[in-house]
């Protein structure tokens, strides 16, 4: 986004114009995404500096607060992903905010007062039933919008306002508008906190196993050029592109394992695996949140699933142009079922983490999500009039929705009002700029 | 030119009808290999709507399709392809946003392990067959948006002829076209007919018709005026057919 500028200002220096253009053609990396990453950063250091010049003390690059951050992030994250397939074929899911309530309560009470009747209370089994009823039901109910759409020609946004209110409603009626908590204590362990967290040894391998699926693609994608003989990048954009992707990663790793435990945990800890706590205190690293390393998780395999398979290829057809697509043989009424089919399997997930997160199921779990989540999908990139995202893209407008939320409120504008002017600005700018961004490019 | 034996292709008394008008009504035309068959009339003559009959975009209220003799049922575009039917539409029919090798396969992509896509065998075929069809073609890289209308109709006619196409269906083919591309289009219409295709050519231009076809059907009202071979007959013949409804002497 800041970089049309950038580059619009060196034009006079033509050495280092070509410089960067040609970087930028050897790693072949997406402009617009370096743009977006630069302004997530950009708010980033704004805030820790605008928090250290007020305060004394910068506190949002810390580790706490970035694991915090990612950890907020993680339900939002998950559905934005869907919502860009969503809005890549032309739709939109309203819906989604309502579905996160009505499928927390389901779960909230079938593991709070069904199952453990049936297994008794904290059996392993109530986690994992929950959990699939949760996805299944996502879906399910996504499905059902999508037929409503797809095969009964109601516009999406009908339904899935329709949807908003329905679903809304029925989560107070599951169990009266009562709070359903505590969760089954595995299934909480899903949203994170110090224990739902993989700590340091787990983050290392996460991190290893990441750097190594990072060569191999890089490596893979170069032996298939090399196959069929099409340009191939230089080596050093590949290095280039490959160094800055693991370095990233393992930066990751080092700031999650340097943010550590509470004290009182550590306690809590200690005396139940009968340690000792020296007097300097144990430094027990959090590591990657459950919920972040879910949110990645579905974000590899919705990329894979938009780039690499015949399914992610229709959705961009239809975006692109529905007629076609219909008559290319494919099946348009079809892929709109499986699609707000999927958008609710992941709205079941975002369930999923967010009652676990919050250790409860209540009846306003999600309440707005739906326009965060659409937000979080525009900022990324994902173009209103169809056929154009990423899903890279929307989790990126996701961290950038929530460090804007966070810090707000870390500067001492933690009042609801503030927060709303600001996220709603940063959308219709995000947008704005994507427009003149855009056009620069043609 | 003599035309014996089985047809390639026999659409038989076909009729559609839209909110009580009949668009179609109980038009039969036929056409054999290596024949360019020109479909002539005015706008909302219905001579797409027929031919989309044959295409899969619509089912016919009655009638039947005839392909090398044999009855052929076609519900959806994927039916009509089965039969090597394919068709090049006056819209173009391309996603805007993909690419040409992506527009080229959409439908019928080329997986490798796990069936996930090849994009790099789709890109090395598509180079392929665009060097063969159209050798100015750079633009691989980049969504069709981006292309000309010539380079948008390469694109289009390579999908028809990468895929073995018998009966090829072109919907005003140089509509959006300037002379050299026109001309372009007109050569290679020539080389498919050599190669043994059977074309229907939807057109409105009456020269274009004279110089490629060999065979004209002239729909006026949703039904045939006539057909007529095109070097027995004058430009007049053909226009007195298309706006008066009258029948030359010589069509059948």
């Known amino acids: 986004m800041s970089d049309s500028k950038n580059s619009s200002a060196s034009h006079s220096e033509d050495r280092r114009d070509g410089m960067v253009a040609r970087f930028l053609q050897g790693t072949e990396l997406d402009t617009r995404m370096l743009g977006m990453l630069g302004a997530l950063a950009l708010i980033w250091v704004a805030f820790h500096v605008y928090g250290y010049l007020s305060t004394g003390q910068g506190i949002f690059l810390s580790a706490r607060n970035l694991w915090n951050l990612s950890v907020q992030t993680a339900s939002i994250g998950i559905m934005a992903t869907g919502m860009v397939l969503v809005i890549i074929t032309r739709n939109i899911d309203l819906s ?3 579905l996160i309530g009505v499928i927390g309560m389901l779960m909230g009470v079938l593991q709070v007062e069904i ?17 699939i009823v949760g996805i299944i039901l996502g879906a399910v109910l996504g499905a059902f919008h999508g037929w409503l759409i797809a095969y009964r020609g109601i516009p999406s946004f009908i339904v899935t306002l329709g949807g908003l209110m329905v679903w809304r409603g029925a989560a107070f009626l599951v169990a009266d508008g009562k709070t359903v908590a505590p969760v089954d204590a595995t299934f909480a362990l899903l949203g994170g906190g110090p224990y739902g967290a993989v700590g340091a040894t787990g983050s290392w391998i996460v991190g290893v196993l990441g750097c190594l699926a990072i060569v191999w693609i890089l490596y893979s994608g170069r032996s298939a050029r090399q196959k069929h003989n099409i340009r191939l990048r230089p080596v050093w954009g590949d290095l280039v592109v490959g160094a800055l992707a693991c370095g990233t990663l393992i930066g990751a790793v080092l700031v999650v394992n340097s943010y550590p435990w509470p004290k009182g945990i550590v306690d809590a800890y200690a005396k139940a695996n009968n340690l000792t706590v020296p007097p300097e205190g144990l430094f027990i690293s959090h590591g990657f949140a459950i919920p972040v390393l879910i949110m990645v998780a579905v974000t590899i395999i919705m990329t894979i699933l938009m780039t690499r ?35 609710g399997l992941l709205a079941g997930v975002a369930a999923i983490v967010s009652s676990a997160r919050l250790n409860s199921a209540t009846n306003a779990l999600g309440n ?10 525009v900022i990324g990139g994902t173009s209103l009039a169809g056929g154009v995202g990423t899903i890279y893209g929307a ?3 996701a961290f950038i929705m929530g460090s804007l939320q966070t810090g707000m409120v870390l500067i001492g504008f933690g009042d609801g009002s503030y927060r709303s002017i600001v996220v709603g600005v940063a959308l219709v700018l995000a947008v704005y700029l994507d427009n003149l961004y855009r056009n620069y490019i043609k | 030119m003599t035309n014996t034996g089985t047809p390639l292709v026999e659409l038989r008394d076909i009729s559609i009808s839209f909110g009580g008008i009949k668009a179609v009504d109980h038009v039969s035309v036929n056409l054999f290999a290596g ?22 975009a619509y089912k016919a209220d009655s009638g039947e399709i005839l392909i090398n ?27 805007d946003n993909l690419d040409a090798a992506s527009n080229l396969f959409l439908g019928r992509e080329i997986v490798g392990a796990g069936g996930f896509l090849d994009d790099s065998a789709m890109e090395s075929e598509t180079r392929k067959i665009l060097a063969r069809l159209n050798p100015n073609f750079r633009k691989f890289n980049v969504p069709v948006s981006a292309l000309s209308g010539g380079q948008r109709q390469s694109v289009a006619i390579a999908r028809a002829v990468y895929f073995n196409a018998k009966i090829l269906i072109m919907d005003e083919p140089t509509a959006a076209l300037g002379p050299q591309e026109t001309q372009m ?12 295709l059977g074309i229907f050519l939807i057109e409105h231009d009456i020269h274009s018709v004279m110089k490629l076809c060999d065979r004209a059907v002239v729909m006026k009202n949703g039904q045939r005026v006539g057909t007529v071979n095109v070097d027995e007959v004058t430009d007049e013949d053909i226009l007195g057919m298309i706006i008066m409804g009258k029948k030359p002497a010589k069509a059948v």
Request: aromatic share 6%; proline share 3%.
């Open chain 2, 69 to 95: 003799g044999e009855k052929a049922e076609i519900n959806n575009p994927r039916d009509a392809r089965s039969y090597n039917i394919e068709t090049i539409y006056q819209t173009l029919a391309l996603a």
């Open chain 1, 115 to 131: 199952l453990p009747k049936m297994v008794g209370i904290g059996h392993p089994s109530i986690w994992i039933v929950t959990v």
């Open chain 2, 35 to 56: 024949e360019v068959v020109g479909l002539l009339g005015h706008n909302g003559a219905g001579k797409s709507t027929l031919i989309k009959c044959l295409s899969g």
């Open chain 1, 96 to 98: 989604v905010g309502s």
């Open chain 2, 185 to 196: 289009v007109a050569e290679l219409i020539q080389e498919l007919k050599k190669q043994g």
């Open chain 1, 309 to 343: 398979t015949r399914f992610g290829r229709y959705v961009f057809a239809i975006g692109g142009n529905p007629e076609a697509a219909a008559l290319a043989g494919i099946d348009t009424r079809w892929m709109t079922v499986k699609i707000f089919s999927l958008m």
């Open chain 1, 368 to 377: 707005l999500d739906e326009l965060y989540v659409i937000a979080a999908a």
């Open chain 1, 395 to 397: 989790i990126i407008g």
